[in-house]
C-alpha cells in the first residue's frame, strides 16, 4: 500500500505510562520520572508531586504528556527545559515514522479553559519548533481549538480539527475560519451509534453542515467511530462493515480514519490486533488512522504477514468467525501470537 495517511496521537495529555514500568523510573536523589532516548544515555523528565500525590498515581498510572505541560509551565529551569526536550523527542519520533499530522490534545490537563488555552498554545508552538508536519489540534471545546489553530503554523499545510459532529456543531465554523481539515465523527448529538444505518444516518445530516462552511472532499476524514471487541464481538466487524458503506456512498473524494487502536482496549497482544485491524480496514476502503505510527503505518502494514496463524487469529477474531475469542485468547495463553 502506497498511502496511508497517519494523524500521530502520541502529544496527548490523556496518554498514561504505568507506574513501575519501562518509561517511569525512581530518579538518583529521590523522585520518579519519565525515561525517553536512547537506552544507552537515556534522559528523564522530573515528575512532580502533583502528580504522584495524585489519584492517578495511586492507580498505577501518570499521564506523561501532562507531565511535559505542567514542568514546561510551573517547573523550574531544568525541568522546562526537559519537558520541551520531551514533547520534541515525542514529535520527531512520529514524524521519522512517516506521521502525515501531529495530533495535539489538551482536554485532560485541567478543568479550566483559561489554562488549557495556554497549555495549547505553549504545546503547539513546542512541537512546531521540533517537526514540519502540520497540526491536528484535538478538543471537544472551540474555545481551545481556536486557540490552538491559531497558533498553527500556516506554511507547513492546512491544520486538523479532531473532531466535529452532529454534538460538537460548533466547532465547524471555527475549522472553516482557519481552513482546517476536519475529523467528521459519526456521532450524534447524543448517542454514538454502532450500526452502520447509524452512522450513514448521522454523517448525512453532518455533510450538509460541512458543505455549508466550505469544508469538502479531502478535507474531510471521516470517522465512523471504533469500540472495543472486548465489550461486544460485533463491535470490529460493525466498523468494518461501516467504512466499506462509507465509502459506497462517499466515493474517493474523502478520506476515512478512526482512532483504531480503540478496538484492542482489554485485550492482549493489543500491537497485533491494532495492526491486523487496520489492514482490514484499508482493504474496505479507509486510507487514514489517528494511531501511534511507530506501530501504524504504510511501511509496517505493506510488512504484515497475512498468512501467519497470529495475522489469521487476529483476523477472525475481527470479522467474527471467532465470535467470543476464543480462539484468540487460547492462542494468547500457549504463547502462539507472538510478543505483546
Given at each position: 500500500m502506497?498511502?496511508?495517511i497517519?494523524?500521530?496521537?502520541?502529544?496527548?495529555c490523556t496518554?498514561?505510562?504505568?507506574?513501575?514500568?519501562?518509561?517511569?523510573?525512581?530518579m538518583?536523589g529521590?523522585?520518579q520520572?519519565?525515561?525517553?532516548g536512547d537506552k544507552s544515555?537515556?534522559?528523564?523528565l522530573p515528575?512532580?508531586?502533583?502528580?504522584t500525590e495524585?489519584?492517578?498515581?495511586q492507580?498505577?498510572?501518570v499521564?506523561?504528556c501532562?507531565?511535559?505541560?505542567w514542568?514546561?509551565?510551573?517547573?523550574d529551569?531544568?525541568?522546562?527545559?526537559?519537558?520541551v526536550?520531551?514533547?520534541?523527542?515525542?514529535?520527531r519520533?512520529?514524524?521519522?515514522?512517516?506521521?502525515?499530522?501531529l495530533?495535539v490534545?489538551v482536554?485532560?490537563?485541567?478543568t479550566?479553559?483559561?489554562?488549557?488555552v495556554?497549555?495549547?498554545?505553549?504545546m503547539a508552538?513546542?512541537?512546531?519548533e521540533a517537526?514540519?508536519l502540520?497540526?491536528?489540534i484535538d478538543?471537544?471545546?472551540?474555545t481551545?481549538?481556536r486557540?490552538?489553530?491559531?497558533?498553527?503554523d500556516?506554511?507547513r499545510?492546512?491544520?486538523?480539527?479532531n473532531?466535529?459532529?452532529l454534538e460538537?456543531?460548533?466547532s465547524i465554523p471555527?475549522a472553516?475560519e482557519f481552513k482546517?481539515?476536519?475529523?467528521?465523527?459519526?456521532?450524534?448529538?447524543?448517542?454514538?451509534?454502532s450500526?452502520t444505518?447509524?452512522?450513514?444516518?448521522?454523517l448525512a445530516?453532518?455533510?450538509?453542515?460541512l458543505e455549508?462552511a466550505g469544508?469538502r472532499g479531502d478535507a474531510?476524514y471521516v470517522?465512523p467511530?471504533v469500540?472495543?471487541?472486548a465489550?461486544?464481538?460485533a463491535n470490529?466487524?460493525?466498523?468494518l462493515?461501516a467504512?466499506?458503506?462509507?465509502?459506497?456512498?462517499?466515493?474517493?473524494?474523502?478520506h476515512i480514519?478512526?482512532?483504531?487502536s480503540n478496538?484492542?482496549f482489554?485485550?492482549?497482544?493489543r500491537?497485533?490486533?491494532?495492526?491486523v485491524?487496520t489492514?482490514?480496514?484499508?482493504?474496505?476502503g479507509a486510507?487514514?488512522?489517528?494511531?501511534?505510527?511507530?506501530q501504524?503505518n504504510?511501511?509496517?502494514l505493506?510488512?504484515?504477514?497475512r498468512?501467519?496463524e497470529?495475522?489469521?487469529?487476529?483476523?477472525?477474531?475481527?470479522?467474527?468467525?471467532d465470535e467470543?475469542?476464543?480462539?484468540?485468547?487460547?492462542?494468547h495463553r500457549e504463547?502462539r501470537?507472538?510478543k505483546?
Amino acid at each position: 500500500m502506497s498511502t496511508f495517511i497517519v494523524i500521530g496521537e502520541n502529544i496527548h495529555c490523556t496518554r498514561i505510562y504505568k507506574v513501575g514500568g519501562a518509561f517511569v523510573k525512581p530518579m538518583e536523589g529521590g523522585g520518579q520520572a519519565i525515561v525517553y532516548g536512547d537506552k544507552s544515555a537515556p534522559r528523564s523528565l522530573p515528575i512532580p508531586k502533583a502528580f504522584t500525590e495524585g489519584a492517578d498515581w495511586q492507580a498505577g498510572k501518570v499521564k506523561h504528556c501532562a507531565v511535559a505541560a505542567w514542568q514546561g509551565l510551573h517547573g523550574d529551569a531544568p525541568a522546562r527545559a526537559a519537558a520541551v526536550d520531551y514533547l520534541q523527542f515525542l514529535a520527531r519520533k512520529q514524524e521519522a515514522a512517516d506521521a502525515a499530522f501531529l495530533d495535539v490534545n489538551v482536554d485532560e490537563y485541567s478543568t479550566d479553559v483559561a489554562e488549557r488555552v495556554t497549555v495549547i498554545q505553549w504545546m503547539a508552538k513546542v512541537v512546531q519548533e521540533a517537526s514540519r508536519l502540520p497540526l491536528s489540534i484535538d478538543s471537544s471545546n472551540p474555545t481551545i481549538l481556536r486557540a490552538g489553530l491559531a497558533a498553527c503554523d500556516a506554511a507547513r499545510g492546512r491544520p486538523m480539527v479532531n473532531s466535529v459532529s452532529l454534538e460538537r456543531a460548533d466547532s465547524i465554523p471555527v475549522a472553516a475560519e482557519f481552513k482546517a481539515r476536519v475529523v467528521a465523527s459519526a456521532a450524534g448529538e447524543k448517542d454514538l451509534p454502532s450500526t452502520t444505518e447509524g452512522r450513514l444516518e448521522n454523517l448525512a445530516r453532518l455533510f450538509p453542515k460541512l458543505e455549508a462552511a466550505g469544508i469538502r472532499g479531502d478535507a474531510v476524514y471521516v470517522d465512523p467511530l471504533v469500540f472495543p471487541v472486548a465489550t461486544d464481538s460485533a463491535n470490529a466487524r460493525s466498523f468494518l462493515e461501516a467504512v466499506a458503506a462509507v465509502r459506497k456512498t462517499y466515493g474517493p473524494a474523502i478520506h476515512i480514519t478512526g482512532g483504531l487502536s480503540n478496538v484492542s482496549f482489554g485485550m492482549p497482544n493489543r500491537k497485533l490486533i491494532n495492526q491486523v485491524f487496520t489492514d482490514l480496514a484499508v482493504a474496505r476502503g479507509a486510507d487514514s488512522g489517528i494511531v501511534d505510527p511507530l506501530q501504524i503505518n504504510a511501511k509496517i502494514l505493506a510488512g504484515l504477514d497475512r498468512s501467519a496463524e497470529p495475522y489469521r487469529l487476529a483476523q477472525a477474531l475481527l470479522e467474527g468467525s471467532d465470535e467470543f475469542g476464543a480462539e484468540y485468547l487460547t492462542a494468547h495463553r500457549e504463547g502462539r501470537l507472538g510478543k505483546e
